[in-house]
């Protein structure tokens, strides 16, 4: 099955820097790349995805880029603010049109002031 | 915009008991999905259910779970005897459709039942 590493464990940058988290993945069948915010004690929100036919993706302060030869894909997130901090998950499908999604184990985005 | 929705949000039950969790899936969607998060670790597969039965189940998905479509709406999931180790937060979901490699599907999350087994 798929196997998803994420890094670091915890991010903890000033306000206004850039954060960036990285995660590889296992199975090179995996299509969909999706990254999730998870507020203590909430639901996973998604926040960005990619698809294996694309490179790269950017909404406003968020972008992902994905490397499929290296089976690794990242989250950029610009211009940190204080409601950036969270819980962020990556995640991807097993290929051979597998329903679950694999999680990382999750980085602890902290943003100081 | 449309939401899963989830009861109860916080369950105690002792350890042997039948736990019912129930979840309203979002009224176009065809997939349901549970997933299941130890505090302070990874969101985990459980199970998927199309068209009135289960599409794929992990291996923490042992028979001690089941999963149920009663009626047009709901959708449950049933741990026939809690253990200490069930203890967790148990998210549905649902998509419109499985195939990722789609343009703008995606899997949406319920707010979670919480469930202590004690």
């Known amino acids: 099955g798929e196997n998803v590493e994420q890094h670091p464990s915890t991010l903890s940058v000033q306000e206004g820097d850039s954060a960036v988290i990285k995660c590889t993945y296992s199975?090179?069948?995996?299509?969909?790349f999706p990254w999730y915010k998870q507020e203590l004690g909430k639901r996973p929100q998604l926040i960005i995805d990619?698809?294996?036919?694309?490179g790269e993706k950017k909404d406003q302060r968020i972008a992902v880029t994905l490397n499929k030869t290296a089976k690794h894909f990242s989250l950029h997130i610009t211009e940190t603010q204080p409601e950036d901090s969270a819980v962020y998950f990556c995640a991807a499908n097993g290929g051979g049109g597998a329903d679950g999604l694999t999680f990382g184990k999750g980085t602890h985005l902290i943003i100081q002031p | 915009e449309p939401e899963v929705t989830q009861t109860p949000s916080h369950q105690v039950t002792q350890m042997g008991q039948e736990v019912i969790l129930r979840c309203v899936p979002i009224s176009n969607h065809l997939y349901f999905y549970w997933y299941r998060q130890i505090l302070g670790q990874k969101v985990e597969f459980l199970v998927s259910f199309y068209n009135n039965e289960i599409s794929e189940k992990s291996e923490i998905f042992d028979d001690q779970f089941s999963v149920e479509r009663p009626d047009g709406s709901n959708f449950t999931l049933k741990i026939r005897s809690t253990k200490l180790e069930d203890s967790a937060m148990y998210f549905c979901?649902?998509?419109?459709?499985?195939?990722?490699?789609?343009?703008?599907?995606?899997?949406?999350f319920g707010e979670g039942s919480w469930l202590t087994v004690v």
């Open positions: 990619i698809r294996s036919n694309v």
């Open positions: 199975d090179s069948a995996s299509n969909y």
């Open positions: 979901a649902s998509s419109r459709r499985p195939d990722w490699g789609a343009s703008g599907n995606t899997i949406y």
